[in-house]
């Protein structure tokens, strides 16, 4: 008895102890430290970074503010038919882990049997040992009865070297790498949402900027018409001015294009149709995104849940070589079993029909012409791409924010200097209107300053678009602000199955 729990510790501690995983660690992020500064060119050298206080949590509604925004960001989470088919996967991969670990353990079956032979009369035998003549042995034939029941486990593999705690280890990985995905593809869709919604409102501005201009050359053209039959202005003055209206009636049925496909767009985000009551901001541009702080450490990077997700699989890569190690090593096997055997059915759970068996084998590769040593190889090549790939995550995403602040750095100034475009040309045009109606210039004036005025809108409103869809990518390119994946990931279960109420309620 004492030698089976001495036995029974001993095997518990190898166990336990025993793994060929090599030592995990971590990359270097090959990126600085600190995001570049952009210098002002009024700067001989840039300004030193402030000291960054503590970031508080910021969840997506308290980055983006709009309330008819959260409105259809909400819908999205619960619809998003992408978002749908990250939750299955990560649902997959939990699952796998589980029947994975599910191998650490001996799984006991319950068997029965019952079954019924007939034995003939004549049976053959040597007479004189095993190298005698064979003679026949005559007697009467039977029929005989076998009934059985028994629990017991088949081949559970004593994990001395660490096999199946590797390929647990892996799973394991493999399944937080999936939750991580799930995250990213959460945060995508949010920033997708937010951006055809920006979209969506930059199109029906300029829509409405295309609508006025059309009235103003419906206007024009009706003077320059009736000059021309007055025989003020030549028809070349009246043709011109007809083909700018028909320019303008182009740039409206564009808008119009352009608007229905945002619609489109923004309803297979939603995954339904946009509800009844939406309505646009007015003014489109209104504030709705809260700022990104300055000083952001590149160390940030760490929480987005892409580069996450590479480094699980970074780590399952590693645990898969413990795996292929351990293949080099015997397999050792337990086999038992506990039952009853009976020739009848009355008998079968009696005192002496109790029966038992229990067993252990061992199996080493002997000859399997390389194919360990070249599924180790294989395996070491598998984790040599994952550490490449999640140096490319992490550079990329370096790259991503770098770029966003870059824009943020510049785009201000560049918007102060197209809103004075603006404004001057909203001057020359009025001047230019009534220099022609007073007579001291043709009508070209007035139509090139009204060009240049409308080309000016545009690319106001454009540049609007840029700023705001440029701080959208920044709170992606942070992994969903700057308090990373911290939150959980919210919104698996209305992913998978919206409930009516929640549904009803939007």
Do not use: I
């Given at each position: 008895m004492k030698l089976s729990i001495v036995a029974a510790a001993v095997a518990a501690a190898l166990l336990t102890a025993c793994t060929l995983e090599p030592a995990?660690?971590?990359?270097?992020?090959?990126?600085?430290?600190?995001?570049?500064?952009?210098?002002?060119?009024?700067?001989?050298?840039?300004?030193p970074a402030p000291a960054l206080p503590a970031l508080p949590a910021l969840d997506w509604k308290d980055f983006f503010k709009d309330p008819v925004l959260q409105q259809l960001i909400d819908i999205a989470l619960a619809n998003n038919r992408d978002l749908r088919v990250a939750a299955?996967?990560?649902?997959?991969?939990?699952?796998?882990?589980?029947?994975?670990?599910?191998?650490l353990f001996p799984e006991i079956d319950l068997q029965g049997y019952a079954g019924r032979q007939r034995l003939p009369g004549v049976t053959q035998q040597p007479a004189n040992g095993a190298l005698g003549p064979i003679q026949n042995n005559r007697a009467k034939a039977s029929t005989i009865n076998t009934f059985q029941a028994q629990a017991g486990l088949t081949n559970y593999e004593l994990d001395f070297f660490g096999r199946q705690r590797s390929s647990v280890h892996e799973a394991g990985k493999l399944a937080e790498a999936s939750a991580a995905d799930y995250q990213a593809a959460r945060i995508a869709v949010i920033g997708e949402v937010a951006n055809a919604y920006l979209s969506l409102n930059a199109d029906r501005a300029l829509l409405q900027l295309a609508q006025q201009t059309l009235d103003a050359q419906q206007q024009h053209a009706q003077v320059m018409q009736k000059a021309f039959h007055d025989g003020g202005v030549s028809e070349f003055d009246m043709r011109r001015s007809q083909t700018q209206v028909s320019t303008a009636q182009v740039d409206v049925a564009d808008m119009q294009t352009r608007i229905a496909k945002d619609i489109n767009a923004m309803s297979v985000l939603l995954g339904q149709q946009l509800p009844n009551g939406y309505a646009t901001p007015n003014p489109w541009q209104a504030p709705l995104l809260t700022?990104?702080?300055?000083?952001?450490?590149?160390?940030?990077?760490?929480?987005?849940?892409?580069i996450v997700a590479a480094e699980d699989r970074l780590r399952a890569s590693n645990a898969d070589i413990g795996r292929a190690r351990a293949a080099f090593f015997p397999n050792i096997a337990l086999t038992a079993a506990l039952g009853t055997l009976s020739g009848g059915l009355s008998s079968l759970f009696s005192g002496g029909a109790l029966a038992w068996s229990a067993g252990t084998s061992a199996a080493m590769p002997l000859l399997d012409w390389g194919r360990n040593k070249n599924e180790l190889s294989a395996s070491k090549a598998r984790n040599s791409g994952a550490t490449a790939a999640y140096e490319g995550a992490v550079q990329q995403a370096f790259r991503e924010v770098a770029d966003a602040l870059a824009v943020r750095d510049h785009i201000v100034p560049q918007l102060k200097a197209q809103q004075d475009l603006v404004d001057q040309s909203q001057h020359v045009y009025a001047i230019s209107q009534v220099r022609f109606k007073e007579g001291l210039d043709d009508y070209i004036a007035t139509q090139d300053a009204q060009r240049s005025l409308y080309a000016a809108q545009q690319k106001l409103v454009s540049l609007e678009l840029d700023q705001a869809v440029n701080q959208v990518n920044l709170y992606k390119a942070l992994g969903g602000g700057w308090n990373g994946a911290a939150n959980p990931p919210a919104g698996v279960a209305q992913a998978v199955s919206p409930t009516p109420a929640v549904a009803g309620a939007r």
């Open positions: 995990y660690r971590r990359p270097t992020l090959p990126v600085p430290d600190s995001y570049p500064t952009q210098a002002s060119t009024n700067q001989a050298s840039p300004a299955a996967n990560m649902t997959e991969a939990r699952a796998g882990y589980g029947v994975s670990r599910a191998s700022d990104v702080p300055a000083g952001l450490p590149s160390s940030l990077l760490d929480r987005r849940p892409d």
